[in-house]
T-cell receptor
Framework: SQQGEEDPQALSIQEGENATMNCSYK?????LQWYRQNSGRGLVHLIL?????REKHSGRLRVTLDTSKKSSSLLITASRAADTASYFC????????????FGAGTRLAVHP | DVKVTQSSRYLVKRTGEKVFLECVQD?????MFWYRQDPGLGLRLIYF???????EKGDIPEGYSVSREKKERFSLILESASTNQTSMYLC????????????FGSGTRLTVV
């Protein structure tokens, strides 16, 4: 079952612009996490936001969480060509075994 | 840093073969996971384990089994490989309390011919 669904599926921007990716999910969660994947490689954990948090920052990353709408957004500010990757949201559902359910991801291309 | 190592980056196997995918982590994490990743479908959970000799089915366990004889090693087994098991397989371990998320291996791209 796919808990998180990212939007858009693909995003193409110029260096220096901001990139915003959205994630919607279906059930109550303990936390929501964002991961990055460079082509053909494993995923790298970026940031975790708990269900009682509304916003979190890490460097150029800003994550928001709206549990009433069951949605989250990831903002990458001042993007760089090196940010080109796929980005996935993953939810840790309440009452579960702390297993993560991933969405299909957003492919971000940042052009120099 | 936690390291999760998958034994093979690329693997080609024949239909009907028994296939072992190995995963080792070096930080004494209790929780380990196997996912497969297919275009347009994201990551789907196959099996997970919370401790030695313990295993739980994920969302798509059919055609797979797992083994966790030691804490650091979590093996995924394809009992009789089929072409629809051609995929990228990703192993992960979870930090205690989960605050640092999962650490993933680099993945094994398996092709079944």
């Amino acid at each position: 079952s796919q808990q998180g669904e990212e939007d858009p599926q693909a995003l193409s921007i110029q260096e220096g612009e901001n990139a915003t990716m959205n994630c919607s999910y279906k059930t109550s969660i303990n936390n929501l996490q964002w991961y990055r994947q460079n082509s053909g490689r494993g995923l790298v954990h970026l940031i975790l936001i708990r269900s009682n948090e509304r916003e979190k920052h890490s460097g150029r990353l800003r994550v928001t969480l709206d549990t009433s709408k069951k949605s989250s957004s990831l903002l990458i500010t001042a993007s760089r060509a090196a940010d080109t990757a796929s980005y996935f949201c993953a939810t840790d559902a309440s009452g579960g075994y702390n297993k993560l359910i991933f969405g299909a991801g957003t492919r971000l291309a940042v052009h120099p | 840093d936690v390291k999760v190592t998958q034994s093979s980056r690329y693997l080609v196997k024949r239909t009907g073969e028994k296939v072992f995918l190995e995963c080792v982590q070096d930080m004494d994490h209790e929780n380990m996971f196997w996912y497969r990743q297919d275009p347009g479908l994201g990551l789907r959970l196959i099996y997970f384990s919370y401790d030695v000799k313990m295993k739980e089915k994920g969302d798509i366990p059919e055609g797979y089994s797992v083994s966790r004889e030691k804490k650091e090693r979590f093996s995924l087994i394809l009992e009789s490989a089929s072409t629809n098991q051609t995929s990228m397989y990703l192993c992960a371990s979870r930090s205690p309390g989960g605050k640092d998320g999962y650490t993933f291996g680099s993945g094994t791209r398996l092709t079944v011919v």
